[in-house]
């Protein structure tokens, strides 16, 4: 239902974009957001968005170098990743939340109810 893509290699300093193909069923009415997991780390909370796309949240890590956005028609979800450290180094995940209010975003990554099978991420020094 969810299906991320867009990982890669990139040297510290470049970017790259994430995106995330969601079922209709996983998306009208549905918080989204980006996670992401390091080696040997939990889970961690980086960008969320929420229904009607005006509110967004980030991680004090990512903010003002990452943007996380949606379109509606495509059902996607995306995660622009700017400015690029060796630290962002992990594999990303998506991930669903149904809620009733379109301006939650959700950060607790056990609130949200589907995962995608994540995209890998390497930035090198």
């Known amino acids: 239902q969810l299906q991320a893509s867009g990982g890669g290699w990139v040297q510290a300093g470049g970017s790259l974009k994430l995106s995330c193909a969601a079922s209709a069923h996983t998306f009208s009415n549905y918080a989204m957001g980006w996670f992401r997991q390091a080696p040997g780390k939990g889970r961690e909370f980086v960008a969320g968005i929420s229904v009607s796309g005006g509110v967004t949240r980030y991680s004090d890590n990512v903010k003002d170098r990452f943007t996380i956005s949606r379109d509606d028609s495509a059902k996607m979800v995306f995660l622009q990743m700017n400015a690029l450290k060796p630290e962002d180094t992990a594999g990303y995940y998506c991930?669903?939340?149904?809620?009733?209010?379109?301006?939650?975003?959700?950060?607790?990554?056990?609130?949200?109810?589907?995962w995608g099978q994540g995209t890998l991420v390497t930035v090198s020094s």
């Open positions: 991930a669903a939340r149904h809620v009733d209010h379109p301006g939650l975003v959700v950060t607790s990554l056990y609130e949200y109810d589907y």
